[in-house]
């Protein structure tokens, strides 16, 4: 399938899949007014993923910051990631954040405890 | 005595004023805010957890007024723009203070007290509780967040929401909402 790669902006993320590696990465700050719309080709691209998926995908998120409107598409994605760990693929999300930015930390730690996908918390160390 | 404007305004930015507007609140407009606060806090020497949660109440405080502020003015006496709102960003002590101002149709009133009263009486736990269960029960409507917003506020200021409406005329009222971060 075709791999997903979408340029960031200055308030949306980039969005790459590697298929070499089998990883999905989101990057950057994630504030637009309308998230539904900025999402929807990486919903649309995961539905198809999970029709075939690879044995392991792996999930970066590294944001530096995101609005409430896109914390609701980004638990969308991973209720898709989390359909394809329950039909028995690995999944790993890894959660990125700063250091200091406990608040970061504790919105990866909400989601873990919403969706059955397992999570890795990494601190970026400056 | 009825609510006045700029009287309002020229009350709210009296401080050290970091940055005061108002007027039309549009998606370019929050970004050249956004932009603009950025670099003063950076300039500022402000501590990096500090300026995080400010830029998040700041895109959440403009996000809703985005979203939410009504677009026609109807029988307000003013030359005002559509989607007219104020934003000031005041140093204060050792907070900075938020501050959001719009017009709101009286009927909204008690939605927003009420709203508002129940998110300032829960205690962080219970913050993160509701906050996690709207992010996982409410649908996303077409206006944003689905009621996340405030919330969010609440829980990334660590401070009560203070608020206060204003009666400007049969059918508006002003809304201020202020968030000490």
């Not at chain 2, 050290?16 to 108002?22: E, G, H, N, S």
Request: charged share 30%; with cysteine.
């Amino acid at each position: 399938m075709e791999p997903i790669n979408i340029e960031s902006s200055s308030k949306t993320p980039s969005i790459k899949f590697d298929p070499e590696k089998s990883t999905l990465e989101i990057k950057g700050r994630s504030i637009p007014e309308n998230s539904i719309e900025f999402y929807k080709p990486l919903v649309d691209w995961l539905d198809i993923y999970s029709k075939d998926p690879h044995h392991k995908t792996q999930v970066n998120i590294q944001l530096e910051y995101f609005n409430t409107s896109s914390s609701k598409c980004i638990l969308d994605v991973f209720k898709k990631l989390e359909a394809i760990h329950k039909a028995k693929y690995d999944v790993l999300i890894n959660w990125f954040y700063e250091e200091d930015d406990e608040d970061m930390l504790e919105a990866g730690e909400d989601y873990e405890s919403i969706v059955r996908v397992p999570f890795k918390m990494v601190e970026i160390v400056d | 005595m009825s609510f006045n404007l700029s009287e309002y305004y020229a009350n709210h930015s009296k401080g050290d004023v970091v940055l005061a507007y108002k007027g039309s609140i549009t998606s370019e407009l929050i970004n050249d805010i956004l932009e603009a606060v950025e670099k003063k806090l950076k300039e500022a020497n402000a501590e990096s957890r500090l300026r995080k949660k400010i830029y998040n109440v700041l895109v959440e405080s403009l996000q809703n007024l985005f979203h939410h502020i009504e677009p026609v003015h109807e029988g307000i006496n003013l030359d005002l723009d559509p989607k007219f709102g104020v934003l000031i960003i005041e140093h204060d002590g050792e907070y900075y203070k938020v501050t959001t101002g719009n017009f709101v149709n009286s009927r909204r009133i008690k939605f927003l007290k009420e709203k508002i009263d129940k998110i300032n009486s829960l205690t962080k736990d219970e913050l993160k509780d509701m906050y996690k269960f709207i992010l996982n029960h409410q649908k996303l409507s077409a206006k944003g967040g689905g009621g996340l917003g405030l919330v969010d506020i609440a829980r990334k200021s660590g401070n009560k929401l203070e608020y206060e409406f204003y009666v400007y005329s049969d059918t508006y009222s002003f809304f201020n909402l202020t968030i000490r971060v």
